[in-house]
């Protein structure tokens, strides 16, 4: 059978299938379709509003706008974005910045494919006397289901240069905890309604159904495009698609 004849069966055959539909049927289908529409018109109403909310969270109280930055990121919430915003003129010759009402997003290639989820510096930037070589920020997704996400920079300095250079500046970096790794973390559990900061690391890591685990974090780069560390946040949970919209209006 030829290529257009088993296009036009495939046609006729869903034609036919849609006439025979009864009336109830094609109400329901309709129905459906129009909640689903309601819901996205919805969701984009709320992510207007978060965005709308960040403005008053914008950083602005460091030597550079870049140093302003990294204390939003250091909060690892909608202050980023909103700092970002902020000083998007300034930040553009070394990132890609994209505004978005009253918030701005530092653009990767694809959050959700590796390799494609960082970007270098397009022009020199430094904050706190630290280089930073690039940006990431990753989407990871399991099923569909969205499950952890995750943004910041790198820097070829150590991370004990890093908590050293940052921690002298700004508290929530001065909060971190050393692991036995080598890692500088600051965790925080969303529990009754809110985050609450733990340091048990392994103990909530191995629980697969937590609400909630927001991470600012300074660690080693695994990246060998971009030796040195990664400075960030990190966030996962059962709510993590949740979150994402109220943490990072920025994303779409």
Partial sequence: MSTSRIWLLAAGTLLLTTACSTPEERMAKLQI????????????????????KAVSAAVTDQRTPLENVLKALGSCDASFAATVRQFSGALQPAFVVTLKGPVASIDVPDRSTAGRNHIAVAAPAQAYGQILSGYYDERLEINGQLQKISWGFFSPATPEQLVKALGAAIPNFKRTSRELEGNYVRMEIFDRGGWHRTTRFEHYRAQAN???????????????????????CSVRGTQVAQFQDELRPEVD
């Fill in 210 to 232: 937590v609400l909630g685990e927001r991470s600012l974090v300074i660690e080693a780069s695994r990246d060998p495009a971009f030796p040195g560390s990664r400075i960030g």
């Fill in 33 to 52: 379709k129009q909640q689903r529409l309601a819901v996205k018109s919805q969701q984009a109403a709320q992510r207007d509003e978060l965005r709308t």
